[in-house]
């Protein structure tokens, strides 16, 4: 009875959001502006998608406290870690949004964020790392480093993956069936994926964008959460486990970092030649775009519940993906 309360009080509050968007739009004036460079879109977006997922992070931990639902939040300080980090990462993200910061800037700024949730919350360091088909597991000597580069590539790979309506909000609900289906605190991400329906809603319909803000923070709760379930419960998922759902957003923006090097570009300068910049001069249609990627994007994950080697996996996807690449690529 009290998770169903909860829901309802939740989707009221997100309800209330959509419903009475156009005021807050007014009232809180910051919209995405096209450029004709890689703002494509044809008239001023509100970036306040961020906002909302932040709002609602605050908001619904504040109720599970209240209720005295603590079995249903991150513990060991976990959820501490994840307020803050997401805090710093949105703060981070809306300024870029707003000045446009130089990459260099921005990724000063990312690594110190991270680097300050490490000194406070040393909980999240990772002392090894288990691979499925290894029995040996490695410990790290160097933990504080990998976390801090693992939540910076994490943050540019969710970023630049949030660059057509929908994709970014799709695939981040896609991940948090995965954490509720495997029982990692599910009535906390049940609450948050509310939010993402109705930010999708907007976001579908051009109202809404997440921007740089938003892409961080969802960088910023699935990395905490990847290193919670890990440390937390027996049924995690390995090291490479992880890697696998996350796959499709890795290898892409691998593949933008050495593109942008070899044209001697700064590897987080953006560009119009992600996956679904690719896609989307093939269809012609931002629906089959969204159907293709997020379609390969969840294929890695669902062999993976089959129980197929992960490398097997890894091997499979990075042949289907380089081959749309180069379909898709004009002729």
Known sequence: MQYFFLI???????????????IFEKNLYIFDKPDDNLKKHKHPVSLLGGLIILVNLYFITFLLKIFELDNSIFDNNFI?????????????????DLKNLKPNLKLMFL???????????????????????????????????????SFALLANAMNMFDGINLQLILYTVFVFIL?????????????????????????????IFLGDGGAY????????????????????????????????????????????????????????????????KKTKNNNLTIMIT???SIIPTLLLFLKIKTFLILLLVLTIYVSLILYCRPR
């Open 294 to 296: 997020i379609t390969l």
């Open 179 to 207: 954490f509720i289906l495997k029982g990692f605190i599910p009535i906390f991400f049940i609450l948050l994926s509310i939010c993402f329906i109705f930010l999708g809603i907007l976001n579908y319909k051009n109202k």
């Open 111 to 149: 690594i110190f964020s991270i680097v300050l949730v490490i000194y406070l919350f040393p909980e999240i360091k990772l002392n090894l790392i288990k691979i499925t088909f290894l029995e040996k597991h490695y410990f790290f000597h160097y933990s504080f480093f990998f976390i801090a580069l």
């Open 8 to 22: 309802l009080i939740v989707f009221s509050l997100n309800f209330l959001i959509f419903y009475n968007f156009p």
């Open 217 to 280: 923070i969802i960088s910023a709760i699935l990395g905490s959460t990847f290193i919670y379930q890990y440390k937390s419960f027996d049924n995690f998922f390995y090291g490479d486990e992880v890697f696998i759902i996350l796959m499709i957003p890795a290898i892409d923006m691998l593949r933008l970092f050495i593109l942008r090097l070899v044209k001697k570009k700064h590897p987080f300068e953006g560009d119009l030649n992600h996956l679904h910049h690719i896609v989307l």
């Open 80 to 96: 501490f870690i994840t307020i803050l980090l997401s805090s710093l990462f949105y703060l981070i993200g809306f300024i870029d």
